[in-house]
């Protein structure tokens, strides 16, 4: 059969990456999969570029980040460090005329998410945020049949993202300390991942917000003061009328990364499970289903993101590579539906901002739209 999908990207980009850890390896996976050369990596130290330089197979470490932002050579610089550290160094890139893939959360306030979408903008080139869940065929399939009216009158919205790698006292990471990871830790890492999907899927948005955190630990094997937020629990009203749920925790025994969501309309619900990203589960009165990812039984967009024929599974670095693909096709001038953008980064520091304020003052926070934002185009 002729395989007409569209996940790869026609250019021979030259990407650098900043950062070294995790997250680096992902991305330059999936920007070798789109055919970019892995030019080059910086780190928080020469040496460390130098020793990810070859677990990438990069063709180059550099010295400092700035070395690797200014080099006329790089077309696209990938951002893969601590939180905090991602408005610097995506402005310096936006600043040196580069296309810019930031990790998420874009920043860790609104006003710096802000200036990014502005500084962007006026760069003329793309800048893209990594919420990737996006891209698993069957997210498209459930969003397809939402915005087709499949799901009849949308009455519910709930979704969890649940992980237990801070479970324990002794568990530690740079995500703890709010100097790296931001004043939010579990909602802007995770919560921004599970609220990008439910917006995206449902085509609806988060209008206020009720919330309630807990901090379980006031100190960890390397963080004595302990600020950050190991879960949330929230309610919500969206603009369509629609009410929902959401739960977020680092500290669930057993859940390694369950991202889920459902959404309930008046003939069917719909429910994703990234951790069985290949089904969709289709709730019906009589008769439920779990639909097997089969492409030419999907919707278009969900066809397209198959790029392994049924009973061959996809999973996380598939949707990685897909994202990473449609980035690099809109700096070929090539739109594809549903790119995560700066602005999306910046609709995730507001949810964020406004989860913070409510589970702080215990009130219903209304969460403002990103185009309230003065200069927000
Ligand atoms: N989109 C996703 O699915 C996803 C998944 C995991 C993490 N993330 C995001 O990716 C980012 C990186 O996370 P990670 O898990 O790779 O972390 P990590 O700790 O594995 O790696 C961070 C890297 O950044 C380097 N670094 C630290 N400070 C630096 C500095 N000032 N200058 C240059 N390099 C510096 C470290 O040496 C390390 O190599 C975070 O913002 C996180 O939220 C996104």
Redesign the pocket.
């Given at each position: 059969m002729e395989n007409d999908r569209t996940t790869t990207a026609p250019s021979r980009l030259r990407a650098g990456f900043?950062?070294?850890?995790?997250?680096?390896e992902?991305h330059s996976r999936a920007a070798r999969a789109a055919g970019a050369e892995i030019a080059g990596i910086?780190?928080?130290?020469p040496s460390?570029a130098a020793r990810?330089k070859d677990r990438l197979g990069a063709e180059q470490a550099y010295a400092s980040?700035q070395d690797l932002i200014q080099d006329d050579g790089i077309d696209v610089i990938h951002v893969?460090?601590?939180?905090a550290?991602?408005v610097a160094?995506a402005e310096a890139a936006l600043k040196a005329g580069k296309h810019v893939v930031c990790?998420?959360?874009l920043a860790t306030n609104v006003q710096d998410a802000t200036h990014l979408v502005e500084l962007a903008a006026t760069a003329r080139t793309v800048a893209t945020v990594?919420?990737?869940y996006r891209f698993h065929p069957m997210v498209r399939e459930a969003q397809a049949r939402i915005a087709s009216g499949q799901t009849g009158r949308i009455s519910t919205i709930q979704g969890s993202y649940l992980q237990d790698w801070l479970l324990s006292r002794n568990d530690d990471?740079?995500?703890v300390d709010a100097g790296l990871g931001g004043p939010s830790r579990a909602f802007a890492?995770i919560g921004s991942?599970l609220c990008d999907l439910l917006e995206f899927v449902s085509g609806d948005r988060i209008i206020r917000v009720g919330a309630l955190s807990r901090t379980l630990f006031s100190g960890r094997a390397k963080h004595k003061d302990v600020q950050t937020e190991d879960l949330v629990a929230a309610v919500f009203a969206t603009e369509n009328g629609t009410v929902g749920s959401l739960l977020v925790s680092q500290v669930a025994p057993g859940r390694k990364n369950r991202l889920m969501i459902e959404i309930s309309g008046s003939e069917s619900t719909v429910q994703f499970d990234q951790e069985s990203p290949e089904t969709l589960w289709l709730g019906k009165r009589a008769g439920s289903q779990l639909l097997v990812r089969d492409p030419g039984a999907l919707s278009p967009e969900a066809a397209r993101l198959s790029v392994l024929p049924a009973g061959h599974p996809q999973g996380?670095q598939d949707a990685?590579n897909a994202f990473v693909a449609d980035t690099y096709a809109a700096i070929d001038g090539e739109l594809r539906a549903g790119l995560p953008t700066f602005r999306d980064g910046l609709r995730s520091a507001v949810l964020t901002e406004s989860i913070v304020e409510s589970s702080k003052c215990g009130e219903w926070v209304d969460v403002p739209g990103v185009n309230q934002l003065e200069g927000v185009q």
């Open positions: 900043v950062g070294a850890g995790f997250m680096a992902v910086a780190s928080s130290s460390s990810a980040v893969c460090t601590p939180n550290t991602h160094f990790e998420k959360p990594p919420f990737v990471n740079w995500r890492d991942h996380y990685f």
